[in-house]
């Protein structure tokens, strides 16, 4: 539940004054100040710039705002010395500054531009020294950029330095392993590249071998030959004959030498093998790897718990200044 409880504190406009004065940002009185110029009041424009450019805390750019308002009452007054210096401080903030021809009158114009040739070569050595001063915030601004972002690179590899871990896996392979055909052993090392290389060359011998062998006995045939000299007690005797007909003769020496050829290949590639798996051999083998922990869930905001208020308020009035308090809870 929230109520209003205003108050006028008028008894507080002599108290807080200075610190209001203070507070107050001086965008407003440069605004009164152009207002009181375009109703024509050069006397007082000339004397609230030059209190409120004696107190300081002026940006560059209410700076040049304020010379040029008060170059132009001044000028408009006959005060051609006040006029001077005013704009001569105005052009030594800002050397390149011009009056808007649609605003100001042709004579102050006309003046302020002869005053700016009469100043040319001091101006021009203030041109220089204002780009110098502005290549040096150049550099030194992109120097801090440059720190910074060193600065947050070094806390991101820290803050990933900080999340990793060395893992060491112990890895024990088998002796017997090496023994085994078709590159067995370089696979368990993790020579895959030579494993495949074994694995296809014997793989493709010992099918050729298969091939050849059954290619081979289909040239056979079986057949039975009766034997003259041999009596039995149901007649002659016969024997069954397995042989390769002549014609095929040549077939069968093609195939048997394949045969053999390929599964000599087979041996000689698999003792390879496994002559090259035993020589690479080791029973444990060390792996370190570097991990990264995952980061840590955010924790949840913590409820907001009822709270109260008070806030002041300070606004002008007809007879001077009043305050308002305003209660929440």
């Known amino acids: 539940m929230s109520r209003g409880l205003p108050l006028l504190l008028c008894l507080l406009s002599t108290l807080l004054g200075p610190g209001v004065a203070r507070a107050q940002d001086s965008d407003t009185e440069l605004a009164g100040i152009r207002a009181a110029f375009e109703y024509g009041k050069y006397a007082e424009v000339l004397e609230r710039t030059s209190a409120r450019i004696d107190r300081g805390s002026l940006s560059e750019e209410q700076l040049v705002d304020l010379h040029e308002l008060a170059g132009l009452a001044a000028f408009n007054l006959q005060r051609k010395g006040d006029a001077e210096r005013h704009f001569t401080s105005l052009l030594r903030l800002d050397p390149d500054h011009s009056l808007d021809p649609f605003v100001v009158p042709p004579p102050a114009v006309d003046y302020f531009d002869k005053l700016k040739q009469r100043l040319d070569p001091e101006l021009d050595f203030l041109r220089q020294e204002r780009r110098l001063r502005q290549e040096?915030?150049?550099v030194e601004a992109e120097r801090r950029e440059r720190e910074r972002l060193a600065a947050e690179e070094q806390r991101r590899r820290a803050e990933a330095l900080a999340r990793q871990v060395?893992?060491?896996?112990?890895?024990?392979?088998?002796?017997?392993?090496?023994?085994?055909?078709?590159?067995?052993?370089?696979?368990?090392?993790?020579r895959s590249s030579l494993g495949i290389v074994f694995a296809a060359s014997e793989g493709a011998l010992a099918v050729t071998s298969v091939i050849a062998y059954f290619a081979y006995e289909a040239l056979f045939e079986t057949d039975t030959v009766e034997l003259d000299d041999v009596l039995t007690e149901t007649g002659k005797a016969t024997i069954t004959v397995r042989y390769i007909p002549t014609n095929r003769a040549n077939q069968a020496d093609a195939w048997r030498l394949l045969k053999i050829g390929s599964a000599a290949g087979f041996y000689s590639v698999y003792a390879l093998g496994v002559a090259d798996a035993l020589y690479h051999h080791e029973d444990q083998v060390l792996t370190t790897t570097i991990e990264e922990r995952p980061a840590p869930p955010p924790s949840p905001a913590p409820a907001k718990a009822p709270s109260s208020s008070a806030q002041l308020r300070i606004y002008p009035t007809s007879g001077g200044l009043g305050a308002g308090l305003t209660l929440t809870f």
């Open 166 to 190: 060395t893992v060491r896996t112990v890895e024990k392979r088998n002796f017997l392993v090496n023994f085994v055909p078709f590159g067995a052993g370089q696979f368990q090392q993790g």
């Open 136 to 138: 040096r915030t150049r």
